[in-house]
């Protein structure tokens, strides 16, 4: 029997998983096998050292352990699919534990279709995946709910999160760091005590997502230069919408920033960011410029057209650019998540396509 290119080894009833025994059938497979789990819960953390297909279907991993519930020790090809993770620490967690959910060194790994909790404080659940040395890491339809720093790249690591549900992180969302370069499409961040999505140092392509409700900013961008466009995103209830810092370089293009209780768009004078047919609307400051050095005025200039409305301060330290500043965008329908602008005057502002964003906006208000 073949499912997708890979040969099916280990197929069990129902009834078989009190004797299952998920590491002795990952030793027992051969190189490009799958591995369907059988219902049922499971408490020991496994290594995966060649390539493979694991299918959790209705599968769960309950894991405290210090040690990753899944650990990649090989640089072929992995599928995670259909498993439910849960995960915390057994103990306080000491230097060089690693009680991660997955942990990825040198990998290449795909991620689909799985559930991630963090079960303990967020120090017993540091993070649900993490992405290191010049590994690639793809996650596609998948829930995260309750680690600290819940998707992490590092040390050159690429990839792709697309499609996903992150909730409730004690730091950040997402992290991408350590000159990797990743690309965030149709993501829901929410309810982080601090960050939604971060960049310190590499390069981030992030479109059509939706980041929302997080205590401090939506999007921290340094403080190591970070890289890339923020195109597309409906950044609502943040702290600070978009926060760029160090000498990144950036293209912030046809995004709605709404509702931020600092600043919608806050940058520093040494960086470099094209900032054009966006919509900051009904934050307490629209657009706000400081200075590398403390005390000294910021210089900064933005280039493009952008609708600045309804905000309680237009700006500060900055001088916007945009002919369209004042400019009701008359959102078509806000309240269900439809933020399509309606003014002929803000034709091309903002979401290129709002009724995509609104089913984002639907999938998240079921979860409040």
Known sequence: MILT?????????????????????????????TIVIPAGTYTDPITIDKELTLDGRDAVLEIKSNRPAIQIDTSKAVVIRNLQILQRAETKPQQGDRPYAVYIYEGDVLIEDCTFKGTGSSAASPCAVLATEQSILNIKNSR???????????????GSVEDCLIMNPGHCGITVAGSSEVSLTRNIVTGSRYHGIRCTGGEIIADSNLVIANRNRGFYLGNKSAFGTLSNNLIIDN??????????????INNVII???YAGLAIID?????????VI??????????????????????????????NATQSEGIKLPSELIGVDPQFK?????????????AHGMGLTNPEAMQSLWKKWEKTQ
Do not use: C, M, W, Y
């Open 144 to 158: 995260f709910d309750g680690f600290n720093f819940t998707i992490q790249f590092g040390n050159e690591s690429s």
């Open 5 to 33: 290119a890979f040969t099916i080894t280990h197929i069990f009833a129902q009834d078989a998983s009190a004797n299952f025994d998920v590491q002795a059938a990952i030793e027992d497979a051969s190189s490009g096998d």
């Open 270 to 278: 040494t960086a470099t960011v094209d900032f054009e047919n966006n």
């Open 281 to 310: 609307t009904q934050n307490e400051r629209g657009v706000i410029g400081f200075s590398a050095v403390k005390g000294e005025t910021p210089s900064i200039k933005l280039r493009g057209e952008n609708i600045a409305f309804d």
């Open 239 to 252: 702290a600070t919408g978009i926060n760029v810092f160090a000498n990144s370089k950036l293209s912030i």
């Open 333 to 345: 329908d806000s309240g269900s998540g439809l933020f399509a602008a309606e003014e002929n005057k």
């Open 259 to 261: 509702g931020s209780s």
